[in-house]
């Protein structure tokens, strides 16, 4: 757990990116082992679309470009300065300014992959997101594409510090335990609550529904009752040892909780109604829950999650 952690964070220079920044900062200055690491990228223009007199000035294009790294190293500089002031360590933040840049997304994953840069963080929206009712286009590429690195979608308005954990009876939750120990737990005054909604029908039946006849369906009710008692056994082991691995960690035990549910209104929105109710601002799950659905990126509890959670800081571990 002692082990050095660094988080990629990208910035369009926009104000909801900066305050997302100063967020994170004011949420992590306590962990002692993490690093941030600064990304904005110049885009590079194209000046055949420019006016005859620019194009025929031989020094116009170098000096624009002169100019956008200048205002870059701005943008650099504004974003350490907020997380200086939220209190995070100078010595912990490192910036990474990217010339010529048409693809963020795409650099930031290639430098987190060459420096094992574990965690991608963006903010919610930027500059060019078209309106704050949608996710901008930039978190929602990460979304598509980081599946072997754990993505923040940060949205700076949270209502507290207090984390919601999605776990299944599946082995992503003890990455997601593993996860929320490592990066949350110096948040000793934070609640932390796990939080199970369990299947209506167990995971690996749903594509028989509908299909069978009576005595098969006999058959397969008694399968799973048993699968039933045996996935339930397995999400209480799961919480019995995140709960131990927060309390070692030094989180007060009347700060972990284990909450289970039915299903309701179904499970994305089951967690999301627990996000309300117990008024956390920071959520954590896995991409993926029991289906692991390679061709899509993310599983779709996570994608619903992802774009309803507006207010939160929704962490997708990988």
Not at 3 to 20: C, H, P, V, Y
Not at 41 to 47: E, N, R, T
Not at 300 to 317: D, E, F, H, M, Q
Request: aromatic fraction near 8%; proline fraction near 2%.
């Amino acid at each position: 757990m002692n082990e050095e952690k660094r988080i990629l964070f990208g910035t369009d220079g926009s104000d909801f990116s900066m305050k997302a920044l100063s967020k994170m900062g004011d949420l992590l200055k306590n962990n002692k082992h993490l690093k941030i690491t600064i990304f904005h990228a110049a885009s590079d223009i194209d000046f055949s679309s420019y006016s005859e007199v620019i194009c025929q000035s031989s020094d116009a294009e170098e000096k624009f470009q002169e100019l956008q790294v200048l205002e870059a190293e701005k943008v650099l500089k504004k974003a350490s300065d907020s997380l200086i002031q939220a209190g995070f360590d100078q010595a912990m933040i490192s910036t990474v300014l990217e010339n010529k840049c048409n693809d963020p997304s795409g650099f930031m994953l290639n430098m987190a992959h060459q420096e094992k840069i574990d965690t991608i963080a963006v903010a919610r929206w930027g500059k060019s997101t078209v309106s704050y009712k949608v996710l901008g286009s930039t978190p929602y590429r990460l979304s598509q594409t980081t599946d072997n690195r754990t993505l923040w979608v940060v949205d700076h308005r949270i209502s507290s510090s207090d984390v919601l954990i999605g776990i299944v009876g599946a082995s992503v939750s003890q990455r997601v335990v593993d996860y929320t120990v490592e990066y949350f737990s110096h948040l000793k005054d934070s609640k932390f609550t796990l939080f199970h909604v369990i299947p209506s029908v167990p995971p690996q039946f749903w594509e028989h529904e509908g299909t069978i006849d009576l005595e098969e369906g006999h058959e397969m009710q008694q399968k799973i009752v048993m699968w039933m008692k045996e996935y339930t056994d397995k999400v209480k082991e799961i919480a019995e040892d995140a709960k131990n691995k927060l309390v070692n960690a030094g989180v007060p035990e009347r700060n972990v909780v284990f909450r289970t549910m039915p299903t309701k209104k179904g499970i994305a929105r089951d967690i999301f109604l627990e996000l309300e109710r117990g008024k956390h601002g920071i959520l954590v799950l896995g991409r993926r829950g029991f289906r692991d659905d390679k061709d899509f990126a993310l599983g779709s509890k996570a994608n619903k999650l992802l774009i309803k959670c507006r207010g939160y800081i929704v962490c997708l571990v990988n």
